[in-house]
């Protein structure tokens, strides 16, 4: 049994996880620590992995058949698991584009697949969101789900 099967996407405590996913993302953007896309996580990954804190990798039922993709993900999933980096599924693109917002006009559309939260070393960030989300990625590794799963909600 999952997580997702014990928690209902539905339920208060994931509408909660989800809600502090949301604001996690949307603060580590203000403060110029979100990474997006696939190859700038993959960088970012191969030069300093210990700033990275948590891995968000996004996708719809539509992107579930690109296997290019698929492999990307499983590769970026192998090395968070090697480097104790928590990992997060996201179901919900529409949703996660509006918590991020639009790029700016006349910029090239986000790859927003895979995003990297980092936290430098130096600094003392916290975020009630990354307690959250860290504590509900411990949960799902406790019951053997490895790569938890969020469903953002539409609103």
Same mark, same amino acid.
């Given at each position: 049994? =999952? *997580?997702?099967?014990?928690?209902? &996407? @539905?339920?208060?405590?994931?509408?909660?996880?989800? #809600?502090?996913?949301? +604001? $996690?993302?949307?603060?580590?953007?203000?403060?110029?620590?979100?990474?997006?896309?696939?190859?700038?996580?993959?960088?970012?990954?191969?030069?300093?992995?210990?700033?990275?804190?948590?891995?968000?990798?996004?996708?719809?039922?539509?992107?579930?058949?690109?296997?290019?993709?698929?492999?990307?993900? =499983? *590769?970026?999933?192998?090395?968070? &698991? @090697?480097?104790?980096?928590?990992?997060?599924?996201? #179901?919900?693109?529409? +949703? $996660?584009?509006?918590?991020?917002?639009?790029?700016?006009?006349?910029?090239?559309?986000?790859?927003?697949?895979?995003?990297?939260?980092?936290?430098?070393?130096?600094?003392?960030?916290?975020?009630?969101?990354?307690?959250?989300?860290?504590?509900?990625?411990?949960?799902?590794?406790?019951?053997?789900?490895?790569?938890?799963?969020?469903?953002?909600?539409?609103?």
């Amino acid at each position: 049994m =999952t *997580l997702e099967e014990l928690l209902p &996407c @539905d339920s208060p405590r994931m509408r909660a996880v989800g #809600a502090a996913l949301e +604001r $996690l993302l949307a603060a580590a953007q203000r403060s110029a620590r979100l990474s997006v896309g696939v190859y700038e996580a993959a960088k970012l990954l191969n030069a300093d992995p210990d700033s990275v804190v948590l891995c968000v990798l996004a996708t719809d039922e539509e992107d579930e058949g690109d296997i290019a993709l698929q492999i990307h993900f =499983t *590769l970026i999933q192998a090395f968070c &698991c @090697d480097n104790d980096i928590h990992i997060v599924r996201v #179901a919900g693109m529409r +949703r $996660l584009a509006a918590v991020l917002g639009e790029p700016e006009p006349g910029s090239e559309p986000r790859d927003l697949h895979c995003l990297l939260v980092t936290m430098p070393h130096a600094d003392a960030w916290q975020s009630h969101g990354l307690a959250e989300v860290a504590k509900y990625c411990a949960e799902s590794r406790d019951r053997n789900q490895w790569v938890p799963v969020v469903r953002l909600q539409e609103r």
